[in-house]
């Protein structure tokens, strides 16, 4: 597979959100810094131009104890992703700008839908190619009283220039760390520079919110969750990855170590990753996490190595109760 975009030239920095408006003349939203005209209609690395797609809206109940709550996480799943990994467990809504195109406002109606439906929290899943327009729609549903915490669960791979611009705007980052083993990040990502990018947006992370506050039910609203996908024969990354974080951030910080890794088609080309995790995989990374001294993690126990934790995306939840742009939002019940 061709090489796409890996890395800026030396020295040159991402110019963030560039404004409320500059990202759709020239995206450099993230460190795939394509520079495509999204507003014109062209496709960055993300396979997603400057329209909104939305691809489910749901509450989720599979998150981490405090986040999914009783009531469920109100998840917004953003079509697209800068990351592309080869074994992306929503790859049906990942590389496609499928779903729903959503103006701004419709954005934020989701947001009080989700609300109104009980949501503990609204998350917004890879949501780092659309940041500006979320911004904004947050903002506009805070006016209209959303009070819930926002989830930035993300990829990792973050400009920290568009981080700095959503400080106010998110309250809990959820963030995968994927590579500390660069070789790994090209060859599944073809992002060689993920480990420093994934480290200095890790920083900022937690300049923001590594102070973290439950409410008196257990829920987070506010801080960092780190996340490890555990993938199969990369355990050494994933030890990598928590010696990094606890020596830098202790349990200052949480830590969800998932070994739900799904095969999502035979390759031929990435033989290696057509199994899921063993167990003596997983309790290897764990073992390591408890040496460390982590306090506050998450593991997955049981049978959760053979489940799938895969949304169905033809459903696609409650997109389809938002009205068209221009009508009105009526939330009379
Ligand atoms: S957000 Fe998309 S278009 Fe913009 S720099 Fe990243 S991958 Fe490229």
Redesign the pocket.
């Given at each position: 597979m061709a090489e796409q975009?890996e890395k800026r030239p030396e020295g040159q920095k991402?110019q963030g959100m560039q404004g409320r408006e500059g990202?759709k003349e020239s995206?450099?939203?993230?460190?795939?810094?394509?520079?495509?005209a999204?507003g014109d209609g062209?496709?960055?690395?993300?396979?997603?131009t400057a329209r909104i797609q939305v691809a489910r809206a749901s509450l989720h109940l599979w998150e981490e104890p405090c986040i999914a709550g009783e009531g469920g996480s109100g998840t917004v799943f953003f079509a697209?992703c800068?990351l592309g990994c080869v074994y992306c467990q929503n790859q049906e809504i990942s590389r496609a700008a499928v779903g729903r195109t959503l103006s701004i406002r419709q954005l934020s109606w989701i947001f009080l839908l989700l609300k109104e439906k009980g949501a503990e929290n609204i998350n917004l899943v890879t949501p780092?190619?659309y940041a500006p327009a979320i911004q904004e729609a947050v903002e506009l549903a805070r006016k209209e009283g959303l009070e819930l915490p926002v989830i930035y669960n993300c990829s990792g791979y973050e400009s920290v220039e568009v981080l700095k611009r959503l400080e106010g705007i998110v309250d809990v980052y959820l963030t995968d760390f994927k590579y500390m083993d660069q070789e790994l990040a090209r060859r599944y990502s073809r992002a060689g520079d993920y480990p420093q990018v994934a480290k200095a947006a890790l920083e900022e992370m937690v300049r923001q919110q590594g102070q973290a506050v439950f409410d008196s039910r257990g829920m987070m609203k506010k801080g960092v969750i780190l996340r490890h996908l555990l993938l199969p024969g990369a355990v050494k990354n994933g030890k990598e990855i928590l010696h990094y974080a606890f020596e830098h951030y202790g349990n200052g910080i949480y830590y969800s170590l998932l070994n739900q890794y799904t095969p999502m088609e035979h390759r031929e080309d990435y033989p290696e990753l057509n199994r899921r995790v063993t167990r003596r995989e997983y309790e290897a990374l764990v073992d390591t996490a408890l040496e460390l001294g982590v306090e506050h993690g998450f593991i997955q126990e049981g049978k959760t190595a053979e489940e799938s934790f895969i949304p169905d995306f033809a459903d696609r939840g409650l997109l389809d109760g938002i009205p068209e742009d221009g009508e009105a939002f009526c939330r009379c019940g």
């Open positions: 975009r991402s990202w995206c450099h939203l993230c460190p795939r810094d394509c520079g495509v999204r062209e496709i960055g690395v993300c396979k997603t697209g800068s780092s190619h």
